[in-house]
């Protein structure tokens, strides 16, 4: 019904920058929000960015001022840039959407395939 593929991704130096890319497409009638969650190995998923077809933002406080989430909505592509990377950021990320694919059934959530970004020290 909605696949979420990610590019982007990789080792980059502490200090440095990457941007990540999420496209949805299939068959849905509203997808929103979108956003990313990232997860380190033994710990829980947590919330990095969301933004909403308004344009309405809402970040974890470990990246504000450092990351930047941004929204196509006619692509319906949402990107993540991310500068200033910390040892600490190293997690998989999770593109995420809530998505509502028939009429009579609610919003449902959808996750992309995990993109790995490693900082180095």
């Known amino acids: 019904q909605v696949q979420l593929v990610e590019s982007g991704g990789g080792l980059v130096q502490a200090g440095g920058s990457v941007r990540l890319s999420c496209a949805a497409s299939g068959s849905f009638l509203v997808i929103n929000p979108m956003g990313w969650y990232r997860q380190a190995p033994g710990k829980q998923r947590e919330l990095v960015a969301t933004?909403?077809?308004?344009?309405?933002?809402n970040y974890a406080d470990s990246v504000k001022g450092r990351f930047t989430i941004s929204r196509d909505n006619a692509k319906n592509t949402v990107y993540l840039q991310m500068n200033s990377l910390k040892p600490e950021d190293t997690a998989a990320y999770y593109c995420?959407?809530?998505?509502?694919?028939?009429?009579?059934?609610?919003?449902?959530?959808?996750w992309g395939q995990g993109a790995q970004v490693t900082v180095s020290s």
């Open positions: 995420h959407a809530d998505a509502l694919v028939k009429w009579y059934s609610g919003m449902n959530t959808y």
């Open positions: 933004m909403t077809t308004g344009g309405s933002t």
